[in-house]
T-cell receptor, first 113, second 112 residues
């Protein structure tokens, strides 16, 4: 158990809808990173939040946005869902933005129909 | 070119075999390197960091060649429980911040 929890575990949406995924970081961790993992692929970096500010972003369009709260929990929001957004979304917390040891949650499996 | 590339796999080996995975990265400014392990339908977990001088953790040995931008993982005396996907991970720092970039992973299947 990593202490990182994600909700919901599974979600089904239709094209064009919006979704919010949630993540509670491990106690003592101030950094949260979000990843998208398609079947058969490695996790793709979406963005990182450090002390409530976005601290890095991967090649994802602006309809992927996020927040980090004072307690360091985080949300990932995706607007105007597309079929290709179907994937496992992983949240990982760490002691800091340069820390290579990430503690992952179990992920949210999103299906877009 | 992908930032991190790995052997495609899958590697099917018998118990007790020695198996090696390779990984190359494109950004010469990459600073830190790791191997993660991901079991089927589970989240990735850190297996080991990779240091310039090479490092060993039990049956696992990791090596880094900065000149060739190459990382390797050697598993000796493979166990059934080693069956998993092994992800090569590299940190990339840019003007926009720091990120850990994952390779696509190499599947290992250890058979009795």
């Amino acid at each position: 158990e990593t202490g990182v929890t994600q909700s919901p575990t599974h979600l089904i949406k239709t094209r064009g809808q919006q979704v919010t995924l949630r993540c509670s970081s491990q106690s003592g961790h101030n950094t949260v990173s979000w990843y998208q993992q398609a079947l058969g692929q490695g996790p793709q970096f979406i963005f990182q939040y450090y002390r409530e500010e976005e601290n890095g972003r991967g090649n994802f369009p602006p309809r992927f946005s996020g927040l980090q709260f004072p307690n360091y929990s985080s949300e990932l929001n995706v607007n105007a869902l597309e079929l290709d957004d179907s994937a496992l979304y992983l949240c990982a917390s760490s002691l800091g933005p340069l820390e290579g040891k990430l503690f992952f949650g179990s992920g949210t499996q999103l299906s877009v129909l | 070119r992908k930032e991190v590339e790995q052997d495609p796999g899958p590697f099917n080996v018998p118990e007790g075999a020695t198996v090696a995975f390779n990984c190359t990265y494109s950004n010469s400014a990459s600073q830190s390197f790791f191997w993660y392990r991901q079991d089927c339908r589970k989240e990735p977990k850190l297996l080991m960091s990779v240091y310039s001088s090479g490092n060993e953790d039990g049956r696992f040995t990791a090596q880094l060649n900065r000149a060739s931008q190459y990382i390797s993982l050697l598993i000796r005396d493979s166990k059934l429980s080693d069956s998993a996907t092994y992800l090569c991970v590299v940190t990339v720092t840019s003007l926009y911040g720091n990120k850990l970039v994952f390779g696509a992973g190499t599947i290992l299947r250890v058979k009795s």
